[in-house]
Structure formats: structure tokens, C-alpha cells
């Protein structure tokens, strides 16, 4: 966190909505995509991250300085998506069901229309592999995967130890690895390796 | 070698942190038992579609949304509150203070000369503002007596609006409609 965004966090906890605002911008990225990457539903995601950002400004007096905000603005999205998944279980999208077009790969101009489906294919494989995992596996993979997050980082974001991070990790990579040898998906998966 | 320390060995490896004495050690594992190496490749595979899958961009309008969303903080609601109990003591502490005189003076409120005495300047008001409307309204009727063409005009313009309100009101309401 830069010192400006100190200030921002300073002012929001006197209560400067603006200030906060600010933080929402520089952080709706990742708290975004978190949510987007375990709940596997854009519409769930923006919902659920506008909640994690609700609580997180609620509960401004009770953060800790001392901590990285992003891992305590994560901690709580993670918390309330894997709440979400557990009430909403029977809404999630299983590997069998198609996954919807996400719009916002579907929009990227820059890319043409083989490298937009190319991409969407491959965001479509990546969500359906994530969804074939408990919920505590698949936050393991999106922070270390999207966040780069050492061990002791995710540990921090999911409050539990470096061993068992590492333990979810390896058995994730292998049920991750074990559903691309069925036919169907490595034949989706090819076009996708160099 | 065990089968979980040559996993021991692929995790380090996917980490980034698997020496190269320690690679070398892997591929002679996986040279030796090709079901292993055959985990290893979809290891590597997944791998690779993780790492090169970018973030999905979040929304448009998305942190507006959220800090409109925001809920009034401790802080924001004690203000607020302060703010009622000042607005509301506004009002009782004059009516308390009203109370108060009415209790002090309420022998003198029984008092049959009071009364008669206010009803008396009452009506003595009420017949002032009579005489002046009377004559306020004689003196307009007989300016509009007077300018008929003044008082005219405007009726007709007021009338006039009232009309092509009513025309555009209805043209809005069918095309709601359909």
C-alpha cells in the first residue's frame, strides 16, 4: 500500500466515503476477480465483491495496520464467496454445464475474432477445470495462480498454516492435472499450449 | 525413491524452486516410470493454461456502484442521531416552556375578565381584516371593470398552457402506453 492510499484508508475510517471510493478503484480489480474465479457467475462476483467491499468499510476500525490491506480486503471477499458457495451450492456451474460467454473477453477489440475465441475457450476451460474443485482448493489456486501469492501470503488470506496451503495446493494441481487427461478436456486444453 | 517425494520434487519444480541438481534428479524418475511422467506433463500443462489466463476486467461503473452501496458508518449514524435528539429538543423545550407559563398563569386563566377581554380584541381584529378585503376587493373589481383587457389576456394565456399541457401529457401517456 503506497502512501497515498494510506491517507485514502485514514480519511475512510473517519468516515470519508470518497476516500474510500478511491480505495474501491485501486483494489476492484483483484477483489473482482477473486470473486469471479471461485463463484464462476459474473453476476454472483459483482454482487459478491460489492459486499466484500461493503464489510470491509464497515469493519475499517477493526483493521489492523500492521497487515497488508489487500490481504485483509482479500480475506474477507474469500471468506464471503466460500460462505456463498456453500449457501448457493446447487447454483454453481458444473463441468458438464456451458459456461457463458464473459463479455468483457468477448469485447477485446485488440484482439481479432480467432484470438477473442481462442481466449474465451480458454477462460471457459480454465473456469470449468476450477469449478471441479472444493472451494478451499480453488482459492488456493486463484491467489497463487492470479495474485502470485507466496505460501505465507494465502495462508494470511485463508487464516490457516503454510503446510496446509502447501498440501491444498499439490492435491488441487493433481485433481486439476487428473481432469485434463479425460479425453474431452485435453482436447480442449491443446489448442491452448504452446 | 517413494512416489510422493518425486511429487515433492514436481511441486518444487512448478514453484520455481527445484535446484538443478533436484531437476536432474526428477527426469531420471520420470525416465524410469512413465506413468509419473505422464502426471508430470498434465502437471506442466495446467501449469501453463493457469499462468498465461489472464484477469478477468471487472465491470464498468462497478466501484460507483459500490461506494452508492456504502452504508452509513457508526460515525455517520451517532452524527445523525445528535443531529435528531438537536432538532427534536428544538421543539419540546418551547413547548415545555409553554407548558410551564401555562401552569404558572393558569389561576389568571380563570379569571372571567381575560376572556371576555380577548374575545372582545378578536373580533375587533377579525372586523379590521374584514373592511380591509371588502375594500381591497371593491377597488380590484373596479380596476377589472376599468381594464378588461388586462384581466383578459392573461386568463387566455393561462388557459392556452393548461391546454398544450394537457395535449403533451396525453401524447407522453400513449406513448408510454404503447
Redesign the interface.
Known amino acids: 500500500m503506497n502512501d497515498e492510499e494510506q491517507v485514502w484508508l485514514e480519511r475512510a475510517r ?2 470519508d ?2 476516500a ?2 478511491r480505495l ?2 485501486a483494489y ?2 483483484p477483489v ?2 477473486l470473486a ?1 474465479r471461485m463463484l464462476n457467475n ?1 453476476g454472483e462476483a ?1 454482487e459478491a ?2 459486499e466484500a ?2 464489510r470491509a ?2 469493519r ?2 477493526s483493521y489492523d495496520p500492521q497487515r497488508k490491506f489487500s490481504t485483509w480486503l482479500l480475506s474477507i471477499t474469500s471468506n464471503y464467496c466460500i460462505d456463498l458457495i456453500r449457501k448457493r451450492r446447487v447454483t454453481l456451474l458444473s463441468l458438464e454445464e456451458p459456461l457463458p460467454a ?1 463479455p ?2 468477448m469485447s477485446d477489440h485488440a484482439d481479432g475474432p480467432e484470438a477473442q475465441t481462442l481466449n474465451h475457450e ?2 471457459a ?2 473456469q470449468s ?1 476450477l469449478a471441479t474443485l472444493p472451494e478451499e482448493y480453488r482459492e488456493t ?1 486463484v491467489l497463487r ?2 495474485y502470485d501469492m507466496s505460501y505465507e501470503e494465502i495462508a494470511e488470506v485463508m487464516d490457516t498454516t503454510v503446510s496446509a496451503i ?1 498440501s491444498r ?2 492435491r488441487a ?2 485433481q ?3 481432469a ?2 479425460d479425453g474431452e478436456v485435453a482436447e480442449r ?1 491443446q489448442p ?3 | 525413491m517413494e512416489h510422493e517425494e518425486v511429487y515433492a520434487l514436481m511441486m518444487d519444480a512448478l514453484d520455481g524452486e527445484l535446484s538443478a541438481t533436484g531437476l536432474v534428479e526428477l527426469e531420471s524418475h520420470l525416465r524410469a516410470r512413465p506413468e509419473l511422467a505422464r502426471e508430470w506433463e498434465a502437471l506442466q500443462a495446467v501449469e501453463q493454461l493457469l499462468r498465461e489466463t489472464p484477469p478477468v476486467p471487472v465491470p464498468a461503473g462497478f466501484a460507483q456502484r459500490t461506494v452508492r452501496a456504502l452504508p452509513m458508518t457508526p460515525r455517520h449514524l451517532w452524527l445523525g442521531a445528535a443531529v435528531y435528539v438537536l432538532f427534536l429538543a428544538a421543539g419540546v423545550i418551547p413547548l415545555l416552556g409553554v407548558a410551564w407559563l401555562a401552569i404558572q398563569l393558569s389561576p389568571a386563566l380563570g379569571e372571567p375578565a381575560l376572556w371576555s377581554g380577548f374575545w372582545q380584541g378578536a373580533l375587533a381584529q377579525l372586523n379590521a381584516l374584514g373592511v380591509i378585503l371588502s375594500a381591497a376587493a371593491g377597488g380590484m373589481a373596479q380596476w377589472c371593470l376599468q381594464h378588461p383587457a388586462a384581466v383578459g389576456l392573461p386568463m387566455l394565456m393561462v388557459a392556452i398552457v393548461l391546454l398544450w399541457g394537457g395535449v403533451v401529457n396525453r401524447l407522453v401517456l400513449h406513448r408510454d402506453s404503447t
Open positions: 473517519n468516515g466515503r470518497a474510500f471510493g474501491v478503484e476492484q480489480g473482482y476477480n469471479y459474473r459483482e465483491a460489492q467491499f461493503i468499510y464497515t475499517l476500525d464473459h468483457a473477453l480458454r477462460e476451460l480454465v477445470l489456486v495462480y492470479w502447501k495446493l499439490f494441481r493433481r486439476l492435472a487428473e485434463t487427461t486444453l491452448h499450449l504452446n
